[in-house]
């Protein structure tokens, strides 16, 4: 990985983040480097093959913008307006997680601990341009003194109508047998096959997650939303001594839990702003989440992973 003239490497003492601006401006990978030269990893890291192939799904983490999770039937009307997105090149049934995943990013400035991204969006007819709202994105990744990656989330409405939006990112951590989540939520989105909201109610998992032990991976077979999350989670091996906790601002008041049974090597706590088709349900805003942004205006707000090791912090 480290050898790929793309990526953009961060460092901050023996941590380290590899950043992939043409992969949909995801993060790589997460890891310090041990004594022994070896790398202990945070977020689990892109393949070689998925880098070579563009892929974003086998990143570390990857934004999600304008919107997160799935819109039903990948389409939704808002102000009068039937916004159809299902020719947008996304190959879901549903469209998913917007399209700034699916673009490459522009580099705006780096230094050794710290990069900036841009994305800038117009409506058109070429692919994933279907979104009819002009808008820039920006991302700035930090390794911060702290060894905290630190991701700042901003976007900008610079079209002339309101336009509404959801931002978030979608990482993914080593997955192994002993693998627990400590965090705490209010109540679960309960889905359809295809994944799409249909009450949002009590699951056993709440409890579980909020306990001393914490829930293990291996627990449910979830791909569900949350609300109502304290934007803190801790993701621990406790048979390796180690952990990671993701802490949020409160505009990523919802949180997605994917621990798929047929897939016990993937593992998503996700910090996002909105629930699944959040532009398509009659429900209060604290449970779906979510916002509008006026003609020129902006929103910024920031998540990011704290690495434990043993009893103490790096």
Not at 1 to 24: K, Q, T
Not at 49 to 74: I, Q, T, V, W
Not at 91 to 120: C, I, K, M, Q, Y
Not at 297 to 303: G, P, Y
Request: a negative charge.
């Amino acid at each position: 990985m480290a050898d790929d003239p793309a990526l953009i490497e961060l460092r901050a003492g023996n941590r380290r983040a590899s950043i992939a601006p043409h992969v949909g401006g995801a993060i790589a990978a997460f890891y310090d480097l041990t004594d022994q030269g070896e790398r202990l990893h945070w977020l689990r890291p892109a393949s070689p093959e998925a880098l070579a192939a563009r892929n974003p799904l086998g990143m570390a983490s990857f934004p999600l913008l304008p919107y997160c999770n799935r819109l039903r039937d990948a389409r939704f009307v808002f102000n009068g307006e039937t916004v159809d997105l299902s020719r947008d090149g996304n190959a879901f049934d549903h469209a998913l997680h917007g399209h700034a995943w699916r673009r490459p990013w522009s580099v705006v400035g780096t230094t050794a601990n710290a990069v900036e991204l841009s994305l800038t969006h117009a409506p058109g007819d070429e692919p994933a341009h279907h979104w009819p709202y002009r808008y820039e994105a920006t991302q700035r990744i930090e390794l911060t003194d702290a060894g905290e990656l630190l991701v700042t989330l901003s976007i900008h409405n610079l079209a002339d109508k309101p336009m509404p939006f959801g931002l978030g990112h979608h990482p993914y951590y080593p997955r192994t047998p002993s693998t627990r989540i400590h965090t705490g939520v209010r109540a679960m989105w309960h889905a359809t096959p295809d994944l799409l909201p249909t009450i949002l109610g009590a699951h056993e998992s709440l409890g579980m997650l909020a306990s001393n032990e914490g829930m293990a991976a291996d627990a449910f077979d979830l791909d569900n939303n949350f609300a109502g999350w304290s934007r803190s989670a801790t993701i621990a091996w406790p048979d390796e001594d180690r952990s990671v906790t993701l802490t949020a601002d409160a505009m990523f008041a919802h949180m997605v839990l994917y621990a798929p049974a047929a897939h016990p090597d993937l593992l998503c706590v996700e910090p996002v702003s909105n629930t699944v088709d959040f532009l398509n349900l009659d429900m209060p805003q604290e449970d779906i989440g979510g916002g509008v942004l006026q003609p020129g205006e902006r929103v910024r707000a920031s998540f990011g992973w704290r690495p434990y090791s043993g009893t103490h912090q790096r």
